[in-house]
């Protein structure tokens, strides 16, 4: 019996190499040649800035790593992930009304959040000053963003949730101990998926700003974070690459 | 959902996207060319990413670690720091192919790693094989991941 379950069950099964391999070798390929081998050598050419020709050592690369995008992202994800779980338990509730209520502003997200780049950055209206742009990037990016993530945990939450809650309720669980002992570690694929897709805004906004002009970098990567909602107003998040 | 449904979805996106991929001046975002390639680039990444995240998600195999480390290194190296100076057709293909796959792979891994393991058991039990349990379970995963990949890529903006 232990022999016919090692054969069985995926978990315990003797290792496919021959199959596993066939099947990543297309998308493996992929990512070397497209991803891995231009960024070697790109790492392999950073010490040397691309139009002065000047050694810059390491800066080139702690232009590419550091920077205030950095601390950005982590402060979006460190607002966006608690307010969303909280969004997606208020939603789970059986009370109709904050459904009614949460759902339209997440829908109209993105609309509210070009609107409000276009009071921010338009001519003649634009208020805001480096210091507070950074806030403002902030407050925009995770309204961007927030409808994404509620979705995402709201929808993990709706399938396994409901009935674990309620056998935890009975068993006397305050709800800070439901959160923490069953949102939180249901939730964690979801989490690591928006960690995944900050990354890669996060990666493109350094990219920008680090191939930019120092005059110019404040400007850029502000914009760049935006992504979708630049869309709304019209502003194209810029690239700017070596000729 | 019937088919009229899916022809009115699929009409509403459409349009929806015509619709947004403009500026308030009236040009287009983005051209035929780049929608038509952005749609090639969702096609294959997801050809491409859905046997990765399956072997990554349901089989046991030397090599796993290296694979998940070549996806994250993937997922970090973004292809903007690949971009040649004036995107060719090709060139923009394979640069948002180098977006695109990591993308899918993530998404379609992680439903992936959901499936009951008691299926596989049953279906293996009764002389089926795997992909008759992986492929319909698979298939929403897919549908998600093959519009945001053609998302990311499509409206992917360069200053000209």
């Known amino acids: ?243 | 959902m019937r088919t009229v449904d899916k022809l009115a979805l699929a009409a509403f996106s459409a349009a929806f996207i015509l619709g947004a991929a403009r500026l308030p001046d009236g040009t287009a975002l983005a051209s035929a060319a780049e929608l038509s390639v952005a749609v090639a680039t969702a096609l294959v990444s997801v050809a491409a990413a859905t046997p990765f995240a399956l072997a990554l998600a349901r089989l046991h195999f030397e090599g796993k670690a290296l694979m998940f480390t070549l996806l994250i290194l993937a997922t970090a190296t973004t292809p903007d720091l690949l971009t040649p100076a004036d995107p060719s057709t090709a060139s923009k293909f394979l640069n948002d192919l180098a977006l695109g796959v990591p993308i899918a792979v993530w998404i379609i891994y992680l439903v992936a790693r959901a499936f009951p393991p008691e299926l596989e058991d049953a279906a293996l039990l009764d002389g089926s094989t795997r992909y008759r349990v992986w492929l319909p379970l698979i298939r929403p995963a897919v549908m998600a991941a093959a519009p945001l990949v053609f998302l990311y890529c499509a409206f992917d903006l360069v200053v000209r």
């Open chain 1, 1 to 243: 019996m232990s022999d016919l379950s090692n054969e069985l069950s995926p978990t315990t099964a003797p290792a496919d190499n021959g199959l596993a391999w066939i099947l990543c070798a297309p998308a493996a390929a992929a990512m070397v040649v497209l991803n891995l081998f231009p960024a070697g050598t790109a790492l392999l050419h950073s010490p040397v800035l691309p139009v002065t020709g000047e050694l810059a050592a390491w800066g080139n690369a702690l232009l590419v790593i550091g920077g205030r995008a950095l601390v950005m992202s982590g402060m979006i994800l460190a607002i966006e992930i608690p307010l969303a779980l909280y969004l997606a338990t208020v939603a789970l509730r059986r009370s109709r009304s904050p459904r009614v209520t949460t759902t339209p502003g997440l829908l109209l997200a993105a609309t509210v959040a070009g609107f409000s780049w276009r009071l921010l950055f338009g001519d003649g209206i634009g208020f805001v000053d480096p210091r507070s742009s950074v806030w403002t990037t902030i407050l925009v990016e995770v309204w961007r963003s927030l409808p994404l993530a509620t979705l995402l945990f709201y929808a993990t939450l709706d399938r396994t949730a409901r009935d674990l809650t309620q056998v935890a309720r009975l068993d006397g669980a305050t709800f800070a101990q439901v959160v923490r002992r069953i949102y939180v570690p249901i939730c964690r694929p979801a989490m690591l998926l928006l960690l995944g897709l900050r990354l890669i805004d996060y990666l493109r906004a350094v990219n920008v700003s680090a191939s930019s002009p120092p005059a110019a970098e404040r400007a850029v990567w502000t914009l760049l974070v935006l992504g979708v909602a630049t869309l709304a107003i019209g502003i194209a998040p810029g690239r700017e690459t070596p000729r």
